[in-house]
């Protein structure tokens, strides 16, 4: 059962590394060609920050069915920091009046995101698309 969830945890992270790029590369875009803030932007980062909690959620099974390498409390923490900066951008908007929203919070928190989730993983000793679960 945990090598089943762990190859599931590991696999979905690509899934998640996926949206964040696509997230950041149109918030990049919409920055630079100054193009109005809409949908699209909204649906990319929610879509990111959706299944970075998915991938939470997962984690936090794995943790209860029975993780132990001590690192792991080390990833949890900055994973669970990582999910509610991807969240940040989302909220802080939805307060804000439509012409005052932009794709810079987008950019900033995602690119944040993305990096905790690479330090995140560095106490298991692999990078963003490195693995340790398919090693013989
Ligand atoms: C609260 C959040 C999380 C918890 C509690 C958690 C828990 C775990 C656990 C228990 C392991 C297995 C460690 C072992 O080998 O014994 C693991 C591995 C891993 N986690 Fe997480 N995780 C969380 C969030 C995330 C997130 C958000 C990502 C990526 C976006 C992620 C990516 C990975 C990867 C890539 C591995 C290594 C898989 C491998 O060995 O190939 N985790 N995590």
């Known amino acids: 059962m945990f090598t089943g969830l762990l190859h ?6 690509y899934v998640v590394l996926i949206a964040g790029i696509a997230a950041l590369t149109w918030a990049l875009f919409g920055l630079v060609t100054k193009r ?13 920050a959706g299944l970075l ?11 209860v069915v029975g993780a132990t390498r001590t690192e792991v409390w080390i990833h949890m923490a900055i994973m669970l ?15 804000r009046p439509v012409e005052e929203r932009t794709f810079g919070i987008h950019a900033g928190g995602i690119l944040l995101s993305l990096v905790l989730i690479w330090l995140a993983l560095m106490p298991f000793g ?3 698309f490195g693995s340790n679960a398919f090693a013989p």
Not at 8 to 13: K, P, Y
Not at 36 to 48: C, F, H, S, V
């Open 53 to 63: 909690h998915l991938q939470v959620v997962l984690g936090l099974v794995l943790l």
């Open 81 to 95: 920091c990582a999910a509610v900066v991807a969240q940040l951008p989302a909220s802080i908007l939805k307060r």
């Open 126 to 128: 692999i990078g963003l």
């Open 36 to 48: 109005p803030y809409g949908r699209p932007m909204r649906i990319l980062g929610a879509a990111y």
């Open 8 to 13: 599931a945890h590991s696999g979905l992270r």
